[in-house]
């Protein structure tokens, strides 16, 4: 696996962590 595609990877995972984190804070202000 070259240097890019695990730079790719990573930012990839790094997109999903931050959508999910907003779609906590999300639900949470809705929950109250």
């Not at 959508?19 to 639900?27: F, G, P």
Request: hydrophobic letters at 40%; charged letters at 20%; a positive charge.
């Amino acid at each position: 696996m070259n240097d890019l595609n695990v730079k790719n990877q990573f930012n990839l995972s790094c997109v999903f962590a931050k959508r999910e984190n907003k779609l906590q804070h999300i639900v949470g202000a809705y929950n109250g």
